[in-house]
């Protein structure tokens, strides 16, 4: 058995029985309500759901089982995961142990290369990473134990059995994806020495040691968001149907996929870049203000900014920030990413719509990514995806652990909604 399961073994009667209580002792107690705005807009602020992997206050942004992602910023994707999963950070033994377990499942079968090949050649790089995990969904563990009849129990074990085949092979789907998407050449090896994250840098074609670091930052910056935003709650909703943890990511990240959640890190760097050709370089302060008053007036979203929870600059563009101007401050698409930062809060607030107008995660990771070369930004989800992944497979894991119901919120008609409130029209 691996260090990780031995971990959450040990955890887990404890968390069944405190959650057991808690429905049969205090099972009446009122901790929200839901008003007519809420039902009409997105469960905004409902507390109806219940995720320990991860918090996400609004003054502060997110915080891993109760370290702030600030202090975990020299982490190892590896180790969040692991923290993620079990609840601490692991030891130098229980990382190599789960190193190990990933570099023996990196392999991906022949099936996902050809599937993938066989995909139109305009196949948008998420429809190809989600079609590349549903091929693997033919190993799924948890499937075959359920079809064998297992107890409900038992549920966790092959989830989590799952789970990390899927983090241990997605790298080399998600790089296969790029090589064949962009016609980079012959998917390329995984190399069994390397780090989860520099693996990756590999797998694309990029062996450049600062490439490296700065997947290891946004691997560990994307991994989780607590349990309401779009893909933790959609790969929450399919798994409590039972469907398998392959089915259950693919769900999350085709949530993850659209432009207001995930795919808004592509429509940023479009963003910079369109503001960079009108204005023939970097754009001034005055320019970033007339182009977004634009895209304002054209009645679009200015993406990267805003969000359902924060209220603040999201501390994950505060440490993709930070390493550009580290590595990078002359750099003109970091530099325009930095000028939207001092320029787009102030005509957001003018504008008067958004409830936060900071910078989110997705503002700043593209000129990164830019920077080291990986310029196709359609491909920016995937690494979102990779990333995302971790937490919301975590999620699913605690989930059958603690013998969560499948989710059923019960809905109610307009004419029902009108006759509760005494509308009248
Ligand atoms: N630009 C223009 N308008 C905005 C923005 C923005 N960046 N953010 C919010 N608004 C509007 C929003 O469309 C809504 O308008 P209306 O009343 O006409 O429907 C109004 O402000 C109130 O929205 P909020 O309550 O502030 O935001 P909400 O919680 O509904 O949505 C987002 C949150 C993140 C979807 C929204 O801020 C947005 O569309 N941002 C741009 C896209 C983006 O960056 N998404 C990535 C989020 C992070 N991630 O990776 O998932
Ligand atoms: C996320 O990382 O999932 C986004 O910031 C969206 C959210 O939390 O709603």
Known sequence: MSMIKDALAAKIPAMREEMKTLAKEYGDKVISEVTVAQALGGMRGVKGLVCDTSLVEPDKGLIIRGIPISELTDRLPE?????LMVGELPDAKA???????????????????DVLKAMPKTAHPMDMLITGILVLEDGSVFRQKYDEGMAKTDYWEPALEDSLRLVAKLPAVAAAVYRIRFEKGAPIAPDPKLDWAANYAHMLGNDDPEFAD??????VLHSDHEGGNVSAFTTHVVASALSDPYYSLAAGLSGLAGPLHGLANQECLIFILQMIEKYGGAPTEEQVEEYAWEVLNSGRVVPGYGHAVLRATDPRFTAFHAFGEKHFPEDPVFATVARCFKVIPKVLTEHGKAKNPWPNVDAGSGALLYHYGLTEMNYYTVLFSVSRAMGVLAQLVWSRAV????????SVTVDWLKKQVGFTG
């Open 95 to 113: 990382l190599k142990d789960l190193q190990k377990e990933f570099s023996e499942h990196v392999a991906i079968p022949k099936e996902v290369i």
């Open 79 to 83: 180790e969040i995961f692991y923290q």
């Open 214 to 219: 700065m997947m290891r930052l946004y691997l």
């Open 403 to 410: 013998g969560e119901a499948i989710t059923r919120p019960k």
